[in-house]
């Protein structure tokens, strides 16, 4: 636009602009008297109608929205009928305002198209993009009746829980397939996503945890990632990198399959150590065993305890007094590396109840080959799969497992995968620069 007909287009609009200024103005003196809670939230109200107005009257005079050449159908490139100016309203984080732009009808694609809403990134629905990224966040947080509250109170914008609902599930399921399909890509050509951070040693922690959809509980498999520096000689624990998370409801070769690539965005091809660590779950096994198969195995310690205090119980019987000294004992004897003299010591008992301490040995019997805590802890190797403990509570737990909650498979899919974007730090980088408008996956 040249400087003169910008010129003349800021007058314009600031001339037209000099009643709501004034009224603005006017509020604030008769108010000059009250608290900065009155003021500022009056300011607000006032500014954000002065911002939608504002915004309206200069989009109505842009280039793209009074066009009237004639284009082909950017879909089909068959001729488009031109529909002349109509009104569409459009939702802001502010409010609404009103364009006028002009439209077009594809009768190939039965479809009105507006090259103006193309321009803004605007939905179908005519949410701003930041609209829909603030509906995303604000539901990936919190539960999508509290959300709408929150949006209202933060913003003086009322939108329905559904509407919170749709938005976010529709974005999560959107990144989802993205997801899958970087999968596909991987395990079809080798195109593999860029490595984000690299270190000596990566580790790989493992679990599940069960969630209420609407016909009944189903295991969430959860992964964290990062890489970690070898302890030095004045410190006990690895320095890990940002830890990374892998969340999905889908089934055990799909979530490997994701484990899998985001262990190669941590530097999965330069680590000179993998470690993956779990609760002794056979699936996360096997699958360390298909993905990682040069990696060091650990039961996680805390785990490998709590079926130690299983089996003094089932040795001794339940509230009897020699259990903690026997757990405590024998935890010790575990970190000495002591496992295969225990278990030796262990087929001779004869236990109170035979069934629970022959399921307890068996436990050890197969996890043996993963407690070699002795040596574990000489090479600096982290002992607990605390990581992806953490990551059930605070990326899938406190958002999905709270009171009267029940999910679809969409519905958890796309909430979790956007929890798992979110604390991984991925959010604004996708947002940054996925193209508009960001299409709600159905």
């Not at 979530?255 to 000179?272: I, K, N, P, S």
């Not at 030796?344 to 008992?349: D, N, Q, R, S």
């Not at 068996?362 to 805590?373: D, G, I, V």
Request: hydrophobic share 45%; aromatic share 6%; with cysteine.
């Amino acid at each position: 636009m040249e400087d003169s007909t910008a010129q003349r287009l800021i007058e314009r609009t600031l001339a037209g602009m000099q009643e709501e200024l004034r009224a603005v103005v006017c509020w604030l003196v008769e108010q000059r008297e009250a608290d900065l809670r009155t003021l500022e939230g009056g300011m607000l109200e006032r500014g954000q109608r002065l911002v939608t107005r504002t915004l309206e009257a200069v989009l109505a005079t842009s280039p793209t929205a009074v066009s009237r050449e004639t284009l082909p159908c950017p879909t089909c490139q068959q001729p488009l009928v031109d529909l002349g100016p109509r009104p569409k309203t459009v939702h802001l984080t502010c409010g609404d305002l009103v364009l006028r732009r002009a439209c077009r009808y594809c009768p190939h694609c039965q479809q009105v198209q507006a090259a103006l809403d193309a321009q803004l990134g605007i939905d179908q629905s005519g949410r701003s993009p930041r609209l829909v990224e603030v509906l995303a966040l604000l539901g990936t947080e919190l539960p999508f009746a509290p959300a709408a509250t929150r949006l209202a109170r933060l913003c003086g914008l009322l939108v329905s829980p559904s509407q919170v609902q749709h938005v976010t599930e529709g974005v999560g399921r959107t990144w989802d397939a993205e997801e899958a399909a970087r999968v596909a890509r991987a395990w079809q050509t080798g195109d593999l996503p860029a490595v984000e951070q690299q270190a000596p040693w990566l580790l790989v922690t493992l679990d599940g945890v069960m969630v209420a959809e609407q016909d009944g509980y189903h295991e969430v498999r959860c992964g964290a990632l990062a890489g970690a520096e070898p302890p030095a000689v004045d410190r006990s624990e690895p320095a890990v990198t940002p830890w990374r998370y892998v969340v999905t409801p889908a089934d055990v070769t799909t979530f490997g399959q994701r484990v899998a690539l985001e262990a190669g965005r941590q530097g999965l091809a330069t680590a000179t150590q993998v470690l993956v660590l779990g609760d002794g779950a056979h699936w996360i096994w096997n699958l360390a065993e298909e993905h990682f198969p040069q990696a060091v195995q650990i039961l996680d310690l805390w785990h490998a305890t709590e079926h130690l205090w299983a089996a003094g119980r089932a040795r001794f019987g339940e509230g009897d007094p020699r259990v903690a000294d026997w757990v405590a004992g024998t935890k010790d004897r575990l970190l000495a590396g002591e496992v295969p003299a225990l278990l030796g010591e262990w087929a001779a008992v004869t236990p109170r109840d035979p069934t629970a301490w022959a399921t307890e040995l068996t436990y050890f019997t197969n996890q043996a080959q993963r407690m070699a805590y002795d040596q574990y802890h000489a090479a600096g190797y982290p002992l607990g799969s605390g990581a992806v403990e953490s990551a059930n509570r605070h990326v899938v737990g406190v958002r999905v497992k709270q009171a009267g909650m029940r999910w679809s498979e969409a519905g958890i899919t796309g909430v979790l995968a956007l929890r798992a974007m979110l604390r991984s730090d991925r959010w604004d980088a996708w947002w940054d620069t996925h193209s508009l408008p960001v299409p709600l996956a159905a």
